[in-house]
């Protein structure tokens, strides 16, 4: 399985920006799919998380109410718009995918699969 992840970039504090993350290679129908985040000095956080059967997501308290995330099953692509910004969501943003477990976990380490990350900066 091959993730690339796109759409990060540089964005003044309660803009938006919409990341995606193209998964390629084989998938099941107990995928879920994860977005997390790091910031300099800082651990990876869960932000988001989908199943690819049914779409039902789960999102970090930090970011609930202003992102959302979607899935396109034909696509293999997940998509988390990002909304109202602010500061402290600066950090390289990855996607990765769980093939196995067939539930959203915040856990990183269960996530066996990830993309190359693609930074998010939010301006004050």
């Known amino acids: 399985v091959q ?6 970039g540089l964005v003044q504090a309660g803009g938006s920006l919409r990341l ?7 998938t099941f129908s107990r995928s879920v799919m994860g977005w997390f985040r790091q910031a300099p000095g800082k651990e990876r956080e869960f ?5 690819w059967n049914d779409g039902s997501g789960r999102f970090a308290d930090s970011v609930k109410g ?3 995330i979607s899935r396109d099953n034909d696509r293999n692509t997940v998509v988390l ?3 109202n ?10 996607c990765a995918v769980d093939l196995w ?8 380490r269960v996530y066996t699969y990830w993309g190359q990350g693609t930074l998010v ?3 004050s």
């Open 81 to 83: 718009q990002m909304n």
């Open 3 to 8: 993730l690339q992840a796109s759409g990060g």
């Open 66 to 68: 202003r992102f959302t």
């Open 20 to 26: 995606s993350c193209a998964a390629s290679g084989r």
């Open 47 to 51: 932000v988001a998380g989908i199943m």
């Open 101 to 108: 477990t067939g539930l959203i976990r915040e856990n990183p």
């Open 85 to 94: 910004l602010k500061p402290e969501d600066t950090a390289v943003y990855y």
């Open 121 to 123: 900066t939010v301006s």
